[in-house]
Each structure stands twice: as C-alpha cells, then as structure tokens.
C-alpha cells in the first residue's frame, strides 16, 4: 500500500471541510426549491423582543409561543419586510405577527421545525396551505446551480492539486541522490 504524505492528508482534510460546507450550503438551498408543506399561521402574540448586534448589522428575535412550546423568529437580514415588521411592531404597537410554518420537508433527514415570517414569497390558499411562489423558486434554483458549478470548479482545482507533481514528490528520493 501506496504512503500518502502529509500535504496529501491535508489536502484531503480541506477538502471534506469545503464538501461539508457546500453540502449545507446546498441542502439549505433545497428547502425552498422542493416541495414543502408550510401552514400559515395568524396573528401570533410576541412575547418578547431582543436585538443581537453584530459587525454586519442588528438582527432582532421575536419570541412567541405555538401551543405550549416557546419559540422564535429571527428578522436578520434588512430585507423590506423584515425593516415593515419590525417598523410595525415598535411604531405602531402591533403586538401580533403572522407567520408560516414548516410541517413537512421532502429531503433527505430530519426536517427543521421553522418559522418564516409571512410576505410576498409565499402564496396561500384558502385552507392556510402555503408554500413558496414560483418566482422565488426559480431564484433558489438559480442559485444552487451556481453553486453546483463553484463546487465542481473547486472540486477540479483539489484533483488537479492532489496529483500535481508538486505534491507528488517524494524528498527523500532527493536526499538519496
């Protein structure tokens, strides 16, 4: 059996980091482009709100109970919505949000319970059933193609290093000479 060096090990190591990184990145990804069963859900009473500061910017966590069990929305991005929400809740008093919630997943796992805030991305029936609207799907697909397409570029710049001549080398057939 063939030795593999040190930088050959290392190689490999990054790049399981790099595949569990685009892997997440990608499953993340088709939560929206998949079929999912989201149910809206009206009016939820805010319990309490808290900010997180960051370098980036302030995100804010809205806590809510569903049921018996506490939980949360995180308004992180300065999305409109998210800016319109936050704008109606400590401007205007409005102590109810309504938000979307994952019941079923169709991919592979554990599926997250999560909560989503209601907005334009979604598309409702009459029976509360929501799911994302096909522009937005589009977007994801969009996206995670690209994606795809860094990770094989990436993945071909790892093979291409790992049998480069460079990592190849055995010095001590140099010393030896």
Do not use: W
Not at 9 to 31: C, G
Not at 116 to 122: A, N, P, T, V
């Amino acid at each position: 059996m063939k030795n593999i060096s040190t930088l050959k090990k290392a190689i490999i190591i990054i790049y399981v980091f790099v595949f569990i990184f685009f892997s997440l990145v990608a499953r993340s990804m088709l939560y929206v482009c998949l079929p999912n069963e989201y149910t809206l859900i009206k009016n939820i009473k805010i319990d309490s709100i808290s900010t997180n500061m960051k370098k980036h910017g302030t995100s804010f966590i809205l806590t809510f109970k569903d049921g018996n069990k506490t939980d949360y929305v995180t308004l992180a991005d300065d999305t409109e919505m998210n800016i319109r929400t936050f704008r109606a809740i400590m401007t205007y008093g409005r102590g109810t949000i309504d938000l979307v919630r994952m019941e079923n997943c169709k991919i592979l796992g554990k599926c997250p319970e999560e909560y989503l805030l209601y907005d334009e991305r979604f598309l409702c029936d009459s029976n509360n059933q929501c799911n994302y609207k096909d522009e937005h799907v589009k977007k994801y697909i969009f996206l995670l193609l690209i994606t795809l397409f860094i990770f094989f570029m990436i993945s071909y710049g790892f093979y291409k290093l790992f049998n480069s001549r460079f990592v190849n080398e055995n010095p001590k057939s140099d010393i030896q000479k």
